[in-house]
């Protein structure tokens, strides 16, 4: 959406003439020598024009005009303008470097100031980032680093030393023989307005002892890896707070990097000066052994090939006849989980022994609810069965239309749940007989959540509804455009859900009007779940995500491997969930960290019931397992 | 007479009252902070009242007229793609059929509009910018730079945004002496109309009967502390007297920055 508006203004308000406002036109020919063919580039202080230099007559020698319009009325700006200027042109007479492009001329015209350099054919990497829009590969980057080291090298070992101070993408050029180069040493992006009140600075690449007026060379290490550290995450520090490299851990956003680069840059980032390299080429000489001769990636031996060890083991498991992907539910001791092969079990919690089973006439995918001395759950059968929790027999059953997938939900006395006839049914949670109804677009497999005098629930018809418990009336719809398994969940004053569409949605549940939606890349049918402002959710893209509730900012995400439609279960410092990796990952709340994972031998649609310190869990394997939380 | 219980609670007073003062202060000739205020009130069938308000605090930077208007531009921008993308449509909604774009995004894409316009008009000129919208029991903030957005009730003064600048960055690392801090304190490493693209903080809360917003631009917070703020609004009569009392606060403190404030609460203490 922004894009879009974005462009169209764009359209509107820029004069249809390519000539940039103030810039010399084609042809101008400045000192009698140099004939301006066009602009190249527009900075804050003036254009970078190509040019011809007419000396040369019997060749085309083509060298690029930088210019600095000192027209501004401010006398101190204009004087620091021209001093910076100056610098930079007796900064270049006195380099001599592959990498930093030759100065021929220096001089002024009227109110502008002139440099002639050498014209470099190439990209910024800033234009090159803008094109890719994804990481880096990261040979290239180290390459491109040892590169830029040899040119700090140089800068600094000169006397007294050269400080670049403004490393970044826009300052550096790739040629198109694969060579980088340094360019504009103008520095002076100070932006000083001369006035008390709010001024605005640099940011991003910069140490932070630069704001502080210190510049030294372990600065330009520390904006040279904050540079790596954009190219090969694509996370552009300028919209980031400064000095947070370390909460983007590179590997975060781009795995293929070795975690000993993701050291190297580290240290190179420490906030503190001394805990940086001490110089260009020992972070040169740091850089040339973070990726081994040949092909990066080692493979350890006996990590692969084999089963991976187990990081803990099953405090029992429980083997029932078809797979498992119904959740358990925990009571009094007992667990309840129901299986593809009809049964609904009814397990000691303690041990997985057996205590009864209930048949159906289909399989059982939808999550037990206790109630009482009853325990609730829909079949594939079409048909409710409210079951005593005691003896295991049938107390009542209700059938609806088409397949339950739907998990019942009992509040106030009544069991509200849905049905892939595309309805909501309110049932009298003793006598099973119905109250009311209400009728989406499509099958109801969504678990719906009762709040209040209202009920929400999704519908694979694309909606979110709030239905009002009393009358089953329709409060609100809101369309996600796909289909809505996934079962809303209620936290910080906000209603979270996910949809086919591939987004979580936070919507305010008084109005249904989304507050936020968090993007993934994959179907999102996990349920969320919200402690401590954060929700978390698995996708079909493979990840867990932990987002944050007030913003939908991403906190971290967690690469399962393969698509999760298990739903996240939470201790008070842990994320359990299920992947179609076949496992149960444990991960950390506070950073996204896997604490321990659990390898069945099936995909785990299953999501994972935390009780007591124990987590269970179903697998496609037909097993259920009592893990140790 | 008291009125019979019943009555009482079936009555729908609209309790939003607003406040809002600027002042260019003792020091600055002009004054470049831009602000804005707007709510009304929808009642309909038997549903409680429905607030709307949209309160925007512009603290304009750059020399030569540039600050000022390039917070006018900001808050103009930023206010009128709010009002187009949210509440025109819900004023011409019909039924409950819903295709409401997520708030969050409506409020980056307002903000980004305004960024677009400002840094291409004013290109040395950047702004603050702070938005609240209330929308029925929740407020929604887009922020950027340091102006703030503040949530009280009683003794209490909760800030609900982060300051985009040097020395609250250095602060929050605990790494700068605070004689240093006073000489970064103006330094934005985030404003709107600078930087190739803006990303404005956005979080969203519940409003609770007798709690208020006050947005404000460091003028206000800078020679005012918090908790002086809130003896101050909890003193006043009215949210327009606790703006007004809150300017000449400032203005005692030396007034060397423009100020502004607005106030928005959902019911006011009666004052004795």
Redesign the interface.
Known sequence: ??NL??RR??TE??PAALQPEGTLPSNTVLQERYQVLNVHGVG?MGAVYRARDLRFSGVNKIVAVKEMNNST??PRLRRISIQNFEREANILASMSHPAIPKIFDYFSEGQRSYLILEFIEGKTLEDMLEEERRPFDTEQIVDWGIQICDVLAYLHSNEPPVIFRDVKPGNLMLRYDGRIMVIDFGIAKV?E?????????T?GYSP?EQ??GVAEPRGDIYALAATMHHLLTNR?P??E???TFHERPIRLFNPAVPEVLDTILSKALS?DVQERYASAPDFAVALSNALPRGRRGVTRPGTAAFAPPQDVAPVWKFRCEDEVRSSPRVADGVLYVGSYDNNLYALNAEDGSFVWKFPTEGGVVSTPCVHQDTVLVGSEDTKLYAISRRLGDQMWSFATGERIRSSPQVEYGHCFCGSDDGRLYALNALSGRMVWTFESGGPIRSTPLVSGDMIFLGSDDGYIYAVDMGTGA??????THRRVTSSPTLGE??LFVGSADGHL??L?P????????FRTRGYVFSSPAVADGTVYVGSADGHLYAVEA???RQRWKYDTGAPVTSSPSLSHDIVYIGSNDGSIHAVEMKNGQRAWSYTTQGPVPSSPFFFEGTVYVGSTDHYVYALPG | MPYPADMDARQDSYPWQVGLASHPGR??ERN?DASLALHFVSVQQDEPPFPLGLFVVA?G????LQGQRASALACQLAAGYVLQHILMPLLSEEG??????????VL??AV??AH??VA?RL??A?T?LTMALV????V?IAHV??SRAYLGKGGRLERLTQD?S?AA??Q??G?AAPE?LDS?R??????LG??????P??????LEEGEYLLLCC?GLWGPVPDEEMTAIVNAAATPNAACQALVARALEAGG???ISVIIAARGWPRCE
């Open positions: 959406m922004s508006d974005t203004i764009t308000e820029r804050g009325p401010d932006f307005h001369g006035q008390r009140g709010t001024m605005i600075g940011e932070p704001y502080r552009d300028r919209l707070p400064p000095f906030y329709l409060k609100w719809k809101q369309n004053d906000l949605y936070a305010n008084g109005s249904g009007w989304p507050v936020w939606r007030s913003s939908g | 020091v600055r470049e603290d930077m750059g020399g030569h409950e059929e819903s295709e409401r774009a997520p708030i969050n995004e980056e894409s980004s509009v677009e316009v291409r290109p040395d950047g603050t929308l029925g029991s929740g929604y730079g340091d985009h040097m960055r250095l929050e690392m790494q240093k970064q103006n330094i934005l490493y985030r404003a600078q930087g190739p693209r803006i990303e903080d956005i979080a969203y809360r519940g460091d060397e920055d423009n």
